[in-house]
């Protein structure tokens, strides 16, 4: 059973905006710091933003601007929408839950976002 689902992700052109969601269970959602990252063929995986749990976030300067992380309690959804794409953000992008004390992480299946022509 999986405990995060992606959905979104696509082919959009430059300038471009999408919205990735990621579904949790709400014993996820609550408590645990949830957020993305991406990996772009031939490179390593990135931090993009951060959600925890109290709210605050944190952002990749590259998408700084760009990105915004949100979080809808009645969904236990978190959202990143993605604005002004560019071709450097085409990436595999793959949501995260993850909690420190005691470890646990989890990942979602990733979603494919290209930005081109």
């Known amino acids: 059973q999986a405990q995060l689902v992606e959905s979104g992700g696509g082919l959009v052109q430059p300038g471009g905006s999408l919205k990735l969601s990621c579904a949790a269970s709400p014993s996820i959602f609550n408590t645990y710091t949830m957020g993305w990252y991406r990996q772009a063929p031939g490179k390593q995986r990135e931090l993009v933003a951060v959600?925890?749990?109290?709210?605050?976030?944190n952002y990749a300067d590259s998408v700084k601007g760009r990105f915004t992380i949100s979080r809808d309690n009645a969904k236990n959804t978190v959202y990143l929408q993605m604005d002004s794409l560019n071709p450097e953000d085409t990436a595999v992008y793959y949501c995260?839950?993850?909690?420190?004390?005691?470890?646990?992480?989890?990942w979602g299946q990733g979603t494919q976002v290209t930005v081109s022509l």
């Open positions: 959600s925890a749990s109290t709210g605050s976030t």
């Open positions: 995260y839950a993850r909690k420190i004390n005691p470890f646990y992480q989890y």
